[in-house]
Each structure stands twice: as C-alpha cells, then as structure tokens.
Nanobody, 112 residues
C-alpha cells in the first residue's frame, strides 16, 4: 500500500516563501494524480491544487500565481512551493494520492 509523508512546514513571515514536500512509498507513484489540501482550525478541509501524472497542474483561485506544484517521479516526491504567503495561508497542509491515500499533514504558520 502507498504511504505518504509530508515535510517542510514551519513558521514564515507574510510575503515569505516555503516549500513543502510529500514523499510516497510504492511503485505506482508515477501513474498517480497528486493533490494538496489544507485545513485551518475549526474550518473544513479545502483543496489547494493538484498535478496529473503528466505534470498538468490546477490551483484554487486564492493561491493561483503564488503557489506551484511540481513532481519528481524518480524520487516519488511531489512539492508545493509557496511564495508571497499570507496569514490566511496558515493551515495544516495534506498530500493526497489516488485511491484516497492521505499523509499526516504538516503545519504552516504565516505570522509576523
């Protein structure tokens, strides 16, 4: 079974940058669509963006132009590059794979 592990979260100032990583186990990673979600305390989990097996990306409107999703199949890794971050980006960020497989999440806090 595929397992996911996020890393790279932490404290960052408004306007700063952060790169999250999600490493997957298993041998079918390269065939999977991968997604990023986030959840702030007391709020519903929301979709951030995704990347297809072929590298095509889509993003929610509030992060478009600031966040970039990429993948490195040889390393079974998907990335979320976060630029020009805002306080409202504060949340636990989750990686999701096909077959409804989720990571444990990594905390991102945007504060001055």
């Amino acid at each position: 079974q595929v397992q996911l592990a996020e890393s790279g979260g932490g404290l960052v100032q408004p306007g700063g940058s952060l790169r999250l990583s999600c490493v997957a186990s298993g041998s079918i990673f390269s065939l999977m669509s991968m997604s990023w979600y986030r959840q702030a305390p007391g709020k519903a989990r929301e979709w951030v963006g995704d990347i297809s097996a072929g590298g095509i990306t889509n993003y929610r409107g509030s992060v478009k132009g600031r966040f970039t999703i990429s993948r490195e199949n040889a390393k079974n890794t998907v990335y979320l590059q976060m630029n020009s971050v805002k306080p409202e980006d504060t949340a636990v960020y989750y990686c999701r794979a096909d077959y409804n497989i989720w990571g444990q999440g990594t905390q991102v806090t945007v504060s001055s």
